[in-house]
């Protein structure tokens, strides 16, 4: 069965800082999909990143970036020069291609505040 | 409309009464799922709509949960006969046509407190 990880329940950083947010999932599906969504105080969750099982490239977008390693499981989430604006929840989640399952598997998030 | 909307934002009910939740998605997307997420955890799935047809409802906990999305669009969350263990944030989320590589959309959410 399919399982996300997020063993950082919360994390604390002074604004500027960089900061990785760990993500370790199981499957034995070959083709599965990643995700990476923001859970801010107001309660929606907002969408940042999918990943596919076949792209390992890692991404950046601003101050965010993703890297994706499949030999340790991993899809670790890093804001570098952190601000404020980023104290939020942050969800990794996992849904598999060939159990036709549309649900998505979620982490238990990692709460992070970033002190000005 | 622009994204997911969820009504009501808030409901407090009292332990034994029955609360109807609604979910207007994305207009457009055929796909729409329920989950529930209590306090400190991740969402956890509910069910999932193509259009009208409920394709999966593997994550209801008991029959005392319904959904229904009659006519495609919006869906309702029903839980009758509300217990403590209720009390959760239900998200509601869409995608344009429910493929696993697709992206879901969510809402608010709504945040039930049963007494």
């Known amino acids: 069965a399919q399982k996300v990880t997020q063993a950082q329940t919360e994390i604390s950083v002074v604004e500027k800082e960089d900061v990785t947010l760990d993500c370790v999932y199981e499957t034995r599906d070959t083709t599965y999909y990643l995700f990476w969504y923001k859970q801010p105080p107001s309660g929606e969750l907002v969408f940042l990143i999918r990943r596919n099982s076949f792209d390992e490239q890692n991404e950046i977008s601003g101050r965010y970036s993703w890297n994706f390693q499949k030999s340790t499981s991993s899809f670790n989430f890093t804001i570098t020069a952190s601000q404020v604006v980023d104290s939020a929840v942050y969800f990794c989640a996992l849904s598999e291609a060939s159990t036709g399952r549309r649900a998505l598997t979620f982490g238990s998030g990692t709460r992070l505040q970033v002190q000005p | 409309g622009a994204g997911v909307s969820q009504s009501p934002r808030y409901k407090v009910a009292k332990r034994g009464q029955d609360v109807a939740l609604r979910c207007d998605p994305i207009s457009g997307h055929v796909s729409l799922f329920w989950y529930q997420q209590a306090l400190g955890q991740g969402p956890e799935f509910l069910t999932y709509?193509?259009?009208?047809?409920?394709?999966?409802k593997s994550g209801l906990p008991s029959d005392r949960f319904f959904a229904e999305r009659p006519e495609g669009s919006v869906s309702t969350l029903k839980i009758q006969r509300t217990q403590q263990e209720d009390s959760a944030v239900y998200l509601c989320?869409?995608?344009?046509?429910?493929?696993?590589?697709?992206?879901?959309?969510f809402g608010p959410g709504t945040r039930l407190l049963v007494l």
């Open positions: 709509f193509q259009n009208e047809a409920q394709l999966d």
């Open positions: 989320a869409s995608s344009l046509y429910g493929a696993t590589q697709e992206t879901q959309y």
